[in-house]
């Protein structure tokens, strides 16, 4: 059953569309577009702006320190709301904000961002009230990402899929369904990597997209370069330019290991990542 919820915020309604299900008494909350594929298909043609948006949205409404989910809509709804009227986030985009607050698990204590991959490789969010709730369909795939909004998980695709295949009197055999692409945000919750700890598997791609300026990606540790990848196309590690809002890197992960990296002008200040390959 596919319903619009209308949050009151300042006598301004905001139309977040949402796909209600309900399971044994339990409500989930289905996200089936990311903020960046709500843009596509929606009326928002500005993710720089968007994402701006929402990186201010993180320092005036804290997901970390929300204790009520309706309070954080509104919150963030409201910057929103001053965003537009100052110029720097176009009308249209608007919704665009409201609706990753909406689709979050901020203010919900316990609630956990699930991502579910098909046995046809597409991968959907929703939010559970626990990660045991984040089920697998058939012939498909589950995991919990350590993400507040489904607008940051899933992107395109975080669970592997697995088809298993017995031959009479042979072995059984177990393959992976393509590689898959996962997403980390630079700078949305401040001077961090979201999540800063990503497993991911050979194949697998991670697509890096700035949610606010003045950050880079580069592989190494505490500023020394190993010139394995960076921003934005894996030249000049040892001096990298930064990257602007809505910005997008992408690198994919050909071989196991632990990959850290770091920004370039903020990791003594603490922000790093690890990528760790199987």
Not at 27 to 56: E, I, K, N, Q, Y
Not at 183 to 194: E, H, S
Request: aromatic share 6%.
């Amino acid at each position: 059953m596919s319903i619009n919820i209308n949050v009151e915020s300042d006598r301004t309604k905001v139309r977040a569309p949402m796909t209600i299900w309900r399971r044994g008494g339990v409500f989930s909350v289905t996200c089936v577009l990311s903020l960046w594929t709500a843009m596509a298909h929606g009326a928002c043609t500005d993710p720089s702006a968007a994402a701006a948006t929402r990186a201010m949205a993180d320092a005036q409404c804290p997901c970390a320190t929300a204790t009520s989910h309706r309070e954080y809509v509104k919150c963030v709804a409201g910057v929103a709301k001053l965003a537009v009227a100052s110029g720097s986030l176009p009308k249209q985009c608007r919704q665009a904000v409201d609706r990753c607050a909406a689709q979050s698990t901020c203010g919900r204590p316990g609630f956990v961002s699930c991502c579910r991959t098909s046995a046809k490789g597409v991968t959907k969010c929703s939010i559970k009230a626990h990660a045991t709730e984040c089920k697998a369909p058939k012939r498909g795939a589950a995991c919990v990402q350590d993400v507040p909004s489904c607008c940051d998980a899933c992107s395109a695709g975080s669970c592997p899929v697995t088809t298993t295949t017995t031959i009479a009197g042979g072995p059984t055999t177990t393959t992976m369904i393509g590689p898959q692409t996962h997403t980390v945000m630079v700078g949305r919750d401040g001077l961090t990597f979201t999540p800063a700890r990503l497993t991911i598997h050979v194949g697998d791609t991670v697509r890096w997209v700035w949610a606010t300026a003045g950050h880079s990606v580069v592989s190494g540790t505490d500023g020394t370069a190993d010139n394995q990848f960076c921003s934005p196309d894996d030249t000049g590690c040892a001096n990298p330019p930064l990257s602007n809002a809505g910005a997008t890197y992408h690198h994919t992960f050909a071989n196991p290991g632990t990959f850290p990296y770091y920004c370039s002008v903020h990791f003594f200040l603490g922000m790093k990542g690890t990528i760790t390959v199987q």
